[in-house]
C-alpha cells in the first residue's frame, strides 16, 4: 500500500488558485522531491497535506486511509508531520519544551525518552542549548529544532518545507545529511526544496511543480539529466 | 507608622484579587489577542451566584461551620462560571476569529452589557448582602488591622497563583497553552486542538475570576451587578501595567495597583491639603493605565504588543 496517494489536489486563496489539480504519490520508506520555483504551489500543496489549508477540490489518502475529514491536530496521530516553511518553532520555549511538543499526543513515556536521546544524538548542538529558548538559536540550530521536534511524533510520513532556506552552505549539508538519515531508518519523506540539484541528488523520485500543476515526474536520476530541468531549475 | 501598614495591608489584599482577575484578561489575550471585557462580568456573577447560594444554605440551617458553607457555594459558582466562559468564547468570539480586530473587541463591550443587565434582572438593582457568617473581628498586627478572612484572601491568591504558574509552566497542557499563544498552527502540527486549548484558556480564567469575584464580595460584604465594570477595569489596568499577555506581569501588576490605589487613597488627603479625598481611589488605577500607555505601551514585562495591536 501506498503511504500517500494525493489525487486531483487543488488549493486556493480567495480567488487566487496556488494549486490547480495536482496528483502524485510517495511509496513507503521512499524519499520523494518537489521541486519548482517560487510561487509554483509547493507549499500550499504541502500545508493541506497536513491539513492547515483546506483544499479545494481532491483526495488525500495516507496508508490507505482518507484525510479529508480529519483535522490539523489529528493527522500527527496518523503518522504525518510537517516542517513548515520558515521552520515554525516555538521561540519562547526552550529546545527541550519545543521537542516535547513533538510528543505531545505520545504517552509512551519511556519512548519518547529515548528518542529524545536520540534527536540529541542526531543534533548534539541541540543538546548544549537544551534549556535555552528557541528563538535565540540560529537559523540552522533552529532547523534542527524544527526537524527534531517533527521526528518526535513518530512520523510514518516526514513533509519538509525547503529546510535548507536561508542557511549556509556547509549548514545546508548538514540538514540533508540528516535528511539521508531519516529516509535511511525507514521514514517515508516528500521534500520540497529550491535547491532542486541537491534535492534531485538525494532522492529517488522527484515531481516538477509549475503554476499550480504537476507538470514533470519520474526518477530524480532521469530528472537530473533532462534538458527541461536543467534549463529551467539548474541555472544551465 | 500604623497608617503605612495599614494601606500596605490593604494594598496586598486589593493587589491579590486584582492580580487573579487580571490573569484571566492576560491568558486570553495572550492566546487570540484579544481584550475579553466581559471578564469583569464573569467576576461579578461569580459574586453574585455565591451570595444566593450562600443565603440559601445559611436558611437551611445546615449546622455547618461557616467556610464550609462558603466553600460548599463556591464549589457550585465555579464551574457555572466556567461554563460561562467557554460559552462566550464558543459563541460570541470563536465565529468572529478571522474577523477584524474591533469586531471581536465590540462584541466584547456588548456581552459585558447584556451580562450586567441580565443580572440586574435576575438580582435587581440593589447591593446583595454577603451573609455576615464569617468572623470579621480583625487581628492587630504592627498596629494595623487585618481580619483573618483577608489573611485567607491573600493566602489562597498566592496560592491559586503558583499553582497556576506550575500548570503553564511545567505540564504539558500547559506547554501546549505557551505553544499555541506564540504559534498555533505549529502547536496544530505537533497535534494540538487548538480550540481545546483557548476553551481551557477561557474556563481557567473565569475560574480564578469567580473566586476573585468572592473575595470581593466577601471583603467588601455585598456585591453588585454592576461590580464587574469597575472592578474588570481596574484588573485590565493592572494586565496592561504588567505587560498584557505576561503572566508574572498580571501577577505584579495587580498587587502593584492595589498598593498603588491603597497608598494613594490613604495620602491623596495630606497630599492635596486635604483638597481630595480617599473617594478619588478609583482615579488611580487610570492614571496608571494612561501613564503605562503613553511611557511604556509594553508594561512592565510585555514584550510586543506593538506588533500585535
Ligand atoms: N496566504 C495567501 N494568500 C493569498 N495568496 C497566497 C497565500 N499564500 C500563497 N499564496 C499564493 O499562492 C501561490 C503559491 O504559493 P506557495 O507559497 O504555495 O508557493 P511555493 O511553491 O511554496 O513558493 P516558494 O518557493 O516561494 O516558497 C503563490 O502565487 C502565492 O502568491
Ligand atoms: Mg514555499
Known sequence: MSMLVVNDLAVSYGN???????????????LVALIGANGAGKSSTLNCLAGLLPAKRGDVQLQGQSLNRVPAHDRVAHGMALVPEGRGIFSRLTVLENLQMGA?????????????????????????????????????????????????????????DEPSMGLAPLLVE?????????????VAILLVEQNAQLALQLSQRAYVMENGRITLEGDSAGLLQDVRVRQAYLGE | MDIFVQQLFNGIILGSIYALIALGYTMVYGILGLIN?????????????????????????????????????????????????????????????????????????????????LAMIIWGRNYAPFPPILDTTPWKILGAAITPLQVVIVILAVAIMAGLWLLIGRTRKGRAMRAVAQ???????????????????????????????????????????????????????????????NLAGAMIGGLLLGLIESFGAGYIGDLTGGFLGSQYQDVFAFLVLILVLVFRPSGLMGERVAERA
Not at chain 2, 443565603?55 to 457555572?80: F, K, Q, S
Open chain 1, 16 to 30: 487566487i488558485n496556488a494549486v490547480q489539480g495536482v496528483s502524485f504519490r510517495v511509496e513507503p520508506g521512499e
Open chain 1, 174 to 186: 548538514q540538514i540533508f545529511a540528516t535528511v539521508a538519515t531519516v529516509a535511511k531508518s525507514g
Open chain 2, 37 to 117: 471585557f466581559a471578564h469583569g462580568e464573569v467576576v461579578m456573577i461569580g459574586a453574585m451566584v455565591t451570595i444566593t447560594l450562600l443565603r440559601i444554605l445559611v436558611e437551611m440551617n445546615t449546622g455547618l461551620p461557616a467556610a464550609a458553607l462558603v466553600a460548599l457555594a463556591i464549589t457550585t459558582a465555579l464551574p457555572l462560571c466556567a461554563l460561562l466562559g467557554f460559552t462566550l468564547e464558543r459563541v460570541a468570539y470563536r465565529p468572529l476569529r478571522n474577523a477584524p480586530r474591533l469586531s471581536p473587541l465590540i462584541t466584547a463591550i456588548g456581552l459585558s452589557i447584556i451580562l450586567q443587565n
Open chain 2, 183 to 245: 504559534n498555533p498552527n505549529a502547536a496544530r502540527l505537533m497535534g494540538v486542538n487548538v480550540d481545546g486549548i483557548i476553551s481551557l484558556t477561557f474556563v481557567l480564567g473565569s475560574s480564578l475570576g469567580c473566586i476573585a469575584g468572592v473575595m470581593v464580595a466577601a471583603n467588601y460584604g455585598q456585591a453588585h451587578a454592576t461590580m464587574g465594570f469597575m472592578l474588570g477595569l481596574k484588573a485590565f489596568a493592572a494586565a496592561v501595567l504588567g505587560g498584557i499577555g
Open chain 1, 104 to 160: 505531545y499526543r505520545r504517552d509512551d513515556k519511556s519512548v519518547v525518552r529515548q528518542e529524545l536521546t536520540q534527536v540529541f544524538e542526531m543534533f548534539p548542538r541541540l543538546q548544549e542549548r537544551r534549556d535555552q529558548l528557541a528563538g535565540t538559536l540560529s537559523g540552522g540550530e533552529q532547523q534542527m529544532v524544527a526537524i527534531g521536534r517533527a521526528l518526535m511524533t513518530k512520523p510514518q510520513l516526514l513533509l519538509l
